[in-house]
């Protein structure tokens, strides 16, 4: 296993985990075996990264995080303080259900807002955001601002979180990178 990541003395790293160079685990964290976190990623305090969950580089957990098994982070994913991952869609304590876990993908850039739950099965797209509190039951486009229980798409956000306008000619750009994007067919994309 590599050693060149910081982990608090309460944290937990069970055997057989790869950790990427420069990533930081805090307070009682349990990162369990085989799961697989890339590098310069913080994971905050009281989080869960089961058995072969996946994480790209330079992925930011918030407190209170659990992130099950069948979940996979593509890089520069940002998961809010207390935001859940669900990984079966009928669970029963009587049933065990072990083998039957659903993915669900979260692509590059995405942010997962405080307390929003994705249930399983519905990936995320890249640069997508997801406000605090939302239920995440279907699909999410790239580049999708979703807000509520169950999610709706209210509008379209950049690569660097600001809320897209776009004028007549379909064209937005954002504030802060000046970036262009452009909608087309209902989806975006950075032009």
Same mark, same amino acid.
């Given at each position: 296993?590599?050693?060149?990541?910081?982990?608090?003395?309460?944290?937990?790293?069970?055997?057989?985990?790869?950790?990427?160079?420069?990533?930081?685990?805090?307070?009682?964290?349990?990162?369990?075996?085989?799961?697989?976190?890339?590098?310069?990623?913080?994971?905050?305090?009281?989080?869960?990264?089961?058995?072969?969950?996946?994480?790209?580089?330079?992925?930011? =957990?918030?407190? !209170?995080?659990? #992130?099950?098994? %069948?979940?996979?982070?593509?890089?520069?994913? $940002?998961? +809010?303080?207390?935001? /859940?991952?669900?990984?079966?869609?009928?669970?029963?304590?009587?049933?065990?259900?072990?083998?039957?876990?659903?993915?669900?993908?979260?692509?590059?850039?995405?942010? =997962?807002?405080? !307390?929003?739950? #994705?249930?399983? %099965?519905?990936?995320?797209?890249?640069?997508? $955001?997801? +406000?605090?509190?939302? /239920?995440?039951?279907?699909?999410?486009?790239?580049?999708?601002?979703?807000?509520?229980?169950?999610?709706?798409?209210?509008?379209?956000?950049?690569?660097?979180?600001?809320?897209?306008?776009?004028?007549?000619?379909?064209?937005?750009?954002?504030?802060?990178?000046?970036?262009?994007?452009?909608?087309?067919?209902?989806?975006?994309?950075?032009?």
């Amino acid at each position: 296993m590599n050693t060149n990541f910081f982990a608090h003395k309460t944290a937990v790293i069970d055997d057989e985990c790869l950790i990427g160079n420069g990533t930081k685990i805090w307070h009682f964290s349990h990162i369990m075996s085989h799961a697989v976190i890339g590098e310069h990623c913080n994971i905050g305090q009281n989080v869960v990264v089961s058995p072969e969950v996946v994480l790209g580089n330079n992925v930011k =957990i918030q407190n !209170n995080v659990s #992130i099950y098994t %069948g979940v996979t982070c593509d890089d520069d994913v $940002f998961l +809010g303080p207390s935001c /859940v991952f669900t990984n079966i869609i009928n669970p029963r304590s009587a049933i065990n259900r072990r083998g039957e876990y659903v993915k669900t993908h979260v692509s590059k850039g995405a942010t =997962i807002g405080a !307390n929003a739950t #994705i249930v399983c %099965g519905h990936d995320i797209g890249a640069y997508a $955001f997801i +406000g605090a509190g939302t /239920v995440i039951t279907k699909r999410v486009k790239p580049y999708a601002l979703m807000v509520g229980n169950p999610a709706r798409q209210i509008g379209w956000m950049s690569e660097y979180g600001h809320r897209l306008v776009f004028d007549k000619d379909l064209i937005a750009i954002c504030p802060e990178s000046n970036e262009k994007y452009e909608l087309i067919n209902e989806h975006v994309f950075k032009i």
